[in-house]
């Protein structure tokens, strides 16, 4: 009997018949000996209505009572899957993220797990009966309810995972598992058996959707087994146990995949894609010592990331360019807090452009492969796309290039790098 944490998103809590699904999912899962808890986000677009809500009663809202009006999303459906599985003849019943409690640090809309308390939920689990938890909220040292961020569920589901000590943690989506790039891209897209953690990590980090980017830092430092597949399944299909979707594991585990043959050894994993990046220019920045770091710290003081930073090579005048890119949402946050600090970082003008994307290229096999970069600066380059601006990390490689050529740079990579899936007449 293994112990398994199931999380199911909003689309597949999107309504009575969808959790109804979700019910028949799990309780097969409870039927095949496993020991079961369950972590549910709200129903799809329940949040934004919240969210919304919040900021028609007070566009300068209280982050603390933001938390309790969006948290009522995960409580609804939480409720809702311990009901229908009661209706199956199920022991089931809600465990809330102050009744646990889920313990996180006092910052309210982006809070982080500190530590669960597991102890009654285990012994719960092991007497028969599913844990139904709210994903995406915690409790505060005050006693206040907290939330953990956009996506917030997987990271739920994943800290659950760790401290009840379970075998491993299915995350359930409206995708089948994790692909070699996005399939309604690339219709010879692959879907991959095994990703590392270091793997998804970046991908989810340069633009795949399907695991946020927190909950699989967790996973790696916790050593939580993750396994990404689809909850739209038919009713006879085969159980999770034996047709998994896409497992994320540890590099060792994935030398064993390896050596036993059961996955083929690439360079590059997978290609992703991010347009919601947008790229700011500062012009005549003095060139000298400290210059960057006050065009950098007030952004950082913001909590807005940045990346892909360029420095050019400074000019006869002392001067230089320096670009960088941010989410494309703190565009405009990032422009006005640099348009504050004009005089003291001593720049000419802000250039910015939000019609950029992100294409990365992903793979550990790239720690001991030469030529990846090459690789992707010639397909693209062949294909007259112009790269304008390159980061890189130990098994990724990014490039900005023109957001009307995404779909082409994407297609166009995936080639390159062989993961086209072969022809089925072949």
Not at 145 to 153: A, D, K, N
Request: aromatic residues 4%; glycine residues 8%; charged residues 25%.
């Amino acid at each position: 009997m293994a112990r398994i944490v199931m999380k199911f998103g909003g689309t597949s809590m999107a309504g009575t018949e969808r959790i109804r699904r979700v019910a028949g999912i799990v309780r097969r899962q409870q039927a095949a000996g496993h020991s079961v808890a369950v972590v549910v986000s709200a129903m799809a677009g329940e949040t934004d209505r919240l969210v919304n809500f919040c900021r028609e009663a007070n566009p300068l809202f209280d982050p603390a009572e933001y938390d309790v009006v969006v948290a009522s999303g995960e409580q609804v459906t939480s409720g809702l899957l311990a009901l229908t599985l009661q209706s199956l003849g199920c022991k089931a019943r809600s465990w809330l993220g102050w009744q646990m409690p889920i313990s996180t640090i006092e910052a309210h809309a982006k809070a982080r797990v500190a530590n669960i308390d597991a102890a009654e939920l285990i012994a719960a689990m092991d007497a028969g009966e599913i844990a139904v938890i709210p994903g995406f909220q915690g409790v505060s040292g005050a006693g206040r309810i907290t939330t953990l961020g956009r996506g917030g569920s997987d990271t739920s589901a994943v800290a659950v995972a760790a401290a009840v000590g379970a075998d491993r943690c299915d995350i359930y989506t409206d995708v089948d598992g994790v692909y070699t790039t996005d399939p309604r891209i690339v219709a010879k897209a692959r879907k991959l058996k095994a990703v590392t953690y270091e793997e998804m990590l970046e991908l989810a980090s340069v633009g795949a959707k399907v695991l946020q980017t927190r909950s699989v830092g967790l996973a790696m430092k916790e050593g939580v087994r993750v396994q990404v597949l689809s909850s739209f399944i038919d009713d006879d299909a085969t159980p999770a146990d034996d047709l998994p979707g896409t497992m994320i594991v540890s590099e060792a585990e994935m030398e064993k995949l390896l050596e036993n043959g059961e996955m083929e050894r690439q360079h590059v994993t997978g290609i992703a894609h991010d347009k919601n990046e947008a790229k700011i220019i500062l012009t005549r920045v003095p060139d000298k010592p400290g210059a960057v770091a006050h065009i950098f710290e007030p952004l950082a003081g913001a909590s807005i990331n940045v990346d892909m930073i360029i420095q050019n090579v400074g000019r006869d005048k002392g001067e230089t360019d320096v670009t960088f890119t941010v989410p494309l949402t703190d565009l405009a946050r990032a422009q006005a807090l640099l348009e504050d600090r004009r005089d003291s970082i001593g720049f000419n003008r802000i250039i910015t452009d939000s019609k950029i994307a992100k294409i990365s290229v992903v793979g550990v096999g790239m720690k001991s492969h030469a030529g990846v970069a090459s690789t992707m600066f010639r397909a693209l380059a062949d294909r007259g796309i112009n790269i304008q601006a390159i980061t890189t990390s130990e098994i990724k490689v990014s490039v900005m290039i023109d957001e009307d050529e995404t779909e082409l740079a994407v297609r166009v990579l995936h080639t390159a790098y062989g993961l086209d899936a072969p022809d089925e007449a072949a």
